[in-house]
């Protein structure tokens, strides 16, 4: 009964991180299942979460959406905190480079927040 219940969470959880990346990217489902090459069929059951898909449906789904993996297996975390999950998965697909420069920047804003000493960027 208790595995019973884990897989219909699992299943919703599923359900609406696919829903939910799917309208964030103005996809329908049938421009996802073309996205991820699955069967339109597999992306309606999904989110309407029924069955189990298969492994390469799910990781070519969670691929096209740009999915973080942690939003499926660690949802609760992502659920109490969702600024932050949505700022790693934005910084996510950075470049190097891109990632080095906006760390530079991240920390200026972080101790110019906090009124740590040398910024003076905050007005109050």
């Known amino acids: ?26 996809w329908t489902q049938e421009r996802l299942a073309e996205e991820a090459n699955v069967d339109a069929r597999t992306v309606i059951k999904i989110e309407q979460g029924k ?45 190097e480079d891109e990632a080095h420069l906006v760390m530079n920047l991240v920390q200026i804003v972080i101790s110019a927040t906090r009124g740590e000493e040398g910024y003076d960027l905050v007005r109050r």
């Open 51 to 95: 069955g189990n898909p298969m492994f390469n449906s799910l990781y070519a789904l969670v691929r096209a959406l740009r999915l973080d993996p942690k939003q499926l297996f660690y949802h609760e975390k992502c659920s109490s905190a969702p600024t932050v999950a949505h700022l790693q998965e934005f910084v996510s697909f950075l470049s």
């Open 1 to 26: 009964m208790q595995d019973e219940i884990n897989s219909n969470t699992a299943q919703m959880i599923l359900a609406r991180a696919v829903r939910e990346a799917r309208h964030q990217l103005g």
